[in-house]
């Protein structure tokens, strides 16, 4: 027998967030202590508001085939939310409920790209995109930023980025990896940019929305000339400590919509109906459910930015949203040490998780090598310790 996948699976790499999550797994089996700072999920719990939610959905028997889309009322909740924080007005024929964010935006990327196309991606860019543009057929274009402009791409280099064939733009503000977020104006003048093509869509990456320490969140599809052009995805995962209910879902032109709804009917049909429901209620309630998570993680923020900081090699700017420092570590590369030499973000992730114990994610699988993601969702005691152990071990190298 012939034991051989698919070519389309070869457009396939293992995500690298999950990769060092299960190597830490594994080190943590051998009777390692490690510290995991590599996965993008709130150490909090769910809210009792939602769980009763959960709860009564089962009682109600919500435990049947759905709409592909989504239920009626769920959808109405999320349009009433996007009306209410975002003063974005759609219909419930407009939103498609999808298992998680990143079903979410698979469906919009399958509907919408052919192998002819062109993706826009800025690095540092969360891991999936790209694998998703791979599987797609499409050409990847990367904007490459770093961290003297805080991550974020700029208007002169979207323009010399687009061409006739670009069909997708990513957009991800609050962004993972860099936390950065645009601010009004920014996201304005790429508006700009982006008004006078003839074909370009906007994916519109809202996820940490309720994650932010500065400006009020600011929604691409508000800007002027953009709802038409914009697929908004986001989802209840990182807000409201949901990682589990894999529940995401996009809001977008009736044309877009119903695309993705066709597709997700080919695959998944809808999301879970308790999930659904325990989301309606986590939408009803909105930013204030999720704030004091919001407050916890802006403290410890502070923290990291301060304890990094002050490690040697680190450079590490102020980001103002999600849970994610990306501190370029680039001044370390060439140090040794008994395994090896370091030469990117990757091989100090490595380094760290064997000599220190501690998982974090290097940045050559967001499209940045210099750097390295670590992730502050975790109590301060932890991040302390965790921080206190990559100073050892970075002291322990030979420069």
């Not at 993680?297 to 980001?319: S, T, W, Y």
Request: hydrophobic share 40%.
């Amino acid at each position: 027998m012939e034991v051989q996948t698919s070519r389309l699976l070869g457009r396939l790499s293992e995500s690298a967030t999950l990769a060092m999550s299960r190597m830490a797994r594994e080190l943590k089996s051998e009777g390692r202590d490690i510290i995991s700072l590599s996965l993008g999920e709130p150490d909090f719990d769910t809210p009792d508001p939602i769980k009763e939610a959960a709860c009564q959905a089962i009682a109600d028997n919500y435990t049947h085939y759905m709409p592909v889309p989504g239920y009626l009322e769920v959808r109405e909740a999320i349009c009433k939310k996007l009306l209410r924080d975002n003063g974005l007005e759609y219909t419930p024929s407009q939103i498609v409920i999808s298992t998680g964010a990143k079903q979410s935006l698979m469906n919009t990327v399958l509907s919408l790209v052919d192998e002819h196309d062109e993706v826009i991606l800025a690095s540092p860019y969360w891991v999936s995109y790209a694998d998703m543009v791979n599987l797609s057929g499409a050409t990847l274009v990367d904007i490459k930023t770093g961290i003297s402009s805080d991550f974020k791409m700029t208007p002169a280099q979207l323009k010399a980025a687009l061409t006739p064939r670009t069909r997708l733009i990513f957009l991800n503000s609050p962004c993972n990896p860099s936390g950065s977020v645009y601010s009004l104006e920014e996201l304005e003048a790429l508006a700009a940019v982006i008004d006078g093509h003839q074909r370009a869509l906007v994916i519109a990456d809202e996820i940490y929305e309720y994650i932010q320490f500065g400006e009020p969140h600011v929604s691409f599809a508000g800007i002027n000339g953009m709802m038409d052009r914009t697929i908004t995805v986001n989802g209840v995962s990182k807000g409201f400590a949901m990682t589990g209910w894999r529940i995401g879902y996009i809001a977008a032109p009736q044309w877009i919509a119903a695309a993705c709804s066709k597709l997700q009917g080919q695959f998944t049909s809808g999301a879970s109906g308790i999930s659904q429901k325990a989301a309606q209620a986590a939408v009803e309630h909105g930013a204030p459910l999720a704030e004091a998570m919001r407050v916890e993680f802006g403290k410890r923020r502070e923290i990291m930015i301060e304890l990094l900081g002050a490690v040697r090699g680190f450079q590490v700017n102020h980001p103002t949203g999600a849970f994610y420092l990306f501190p370029d570590v680039s001044e370390l590369f060439g140090a040794q040490h008994a395994g090896g030499t370091i030469n990117s973000g990757q091989d100090l992730a490595m380094y760290l998780l064997k000599n220190a114990g501690v998982a974090t994610v290097g940045g050559d699988a967001f499209g940045s090598p210099d750097c390295l993601r670590i992730s502050y969702a975790a109590g301060e005691s932890t991040l302390r310790e965790a921080v206190r152990r990559i100073s050892v071990s970075i002291e322990e190298l030979s420069f």
